[in-house]
């Protein structure tokens, strides 16, 4: 038998975790027309990500495949994730990253359109921002950076390590596309991602309240 370079039983692990998280996330409307992109870190070299252009409310531990930190496949034929880049980055930056889920939600989608023009959403005042790793209270504000967006996932993904250089963040948008999101282990990364698209469809609510 071929001898990987990871582990195979984490790798079966992570696959069943995506799995059943992506279908969730898909079945709240959130990954439209195959959208959407998922993994998590498997080592020090290596995280199992969501094979591209795969319908993510119909994923199979099949539709999981290996890649590199340089976004590399390993050990399979398959394409990886047109974003690959947008995930392999942070594990490569950040150790402690052990998840990292984007989405398409209506909500995320209309929020980046929204706040383009500024370059962020800020978000302050709410009981929910304690959902954020490292936050304590709710008397705190953040501004979820709102790059634009392009297919040059090298270009993108150097905007990324800008914004990582001048602030502390569990996720960002991108105009007309969507959300990241991660966190330390699927679980913190869910918490994130639901905590952001609250956070954004309360500030959507303000605008059209006019409040
Ligand atoms: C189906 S359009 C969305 C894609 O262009 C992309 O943004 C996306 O999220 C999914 O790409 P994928 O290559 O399947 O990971
Ligand atoms: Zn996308």
Same mark, same amino acid.
Do not use: I
């Given at each position: 038998m071929e001898n990987l370079p990871f582990d195979t039983a984490r790798l079966a692990a992570c696959a069943a975790e995506i799995v059943a998280n992506t279908r969730e996330l898909s079945a709240l #409307?959130? $990954?439209? !027309?195959t959208s959407s992109n998922f993994s998590m870190r498997l080592d020090d070299r290596h995280a199992a990500i969501t094979v591209s252009g795969r319908d993510k409310g119909r /994923?199979? !531990?099949?539709d999981i495949m290996v890649v590199d930190f340089r976004g590399q496949p390993v050990a399979t034929p398959h394409r990886p994730s047109a974003e690959t880049l947008l995930h392999t980055q942070l594990y490569a930056r950040y150790p402690e990253i052990g998840c990292v889920l984007h989405t398409h939600s209506h909500v995320q989608t209309v929020a980046s359109r929204l706040y383009a023009p500024q370059g962020h959403v800020h978000l302050e #005042?709410?009981? /929910? /921002?304690? !959902?954020? @790793? #490292?936050? @304590? $209270?709710?008397e705190m504000a953040i501004d979820v950076p709102v790059l634009a967006n392009t297919q040059d996932m090298p270009e993108l993904a150097e905007w990324v390590e800008t914004l990582l250089d001048q602030q502390p963040m569990w996720g960002y948008l991108i105009d007309g596309h969507g959300l990241y999101a991660w966190g330390r282990t699927m679980a913190e990364a869910r918490r994130h991602l639901e905590a952001f698209e609250f956070l954004f469809a309360c500030e959507l609510d303000l605008r059209r309240l006019n409040a």
């Open positions: #409307g959130w $990954t439209p !027309a /994923l199979v !531990a099949e #005042g709410y009981e /929910l /921002l304690k !959902a954020f @790793h #490292g936050n @304590h $209270t709710h």
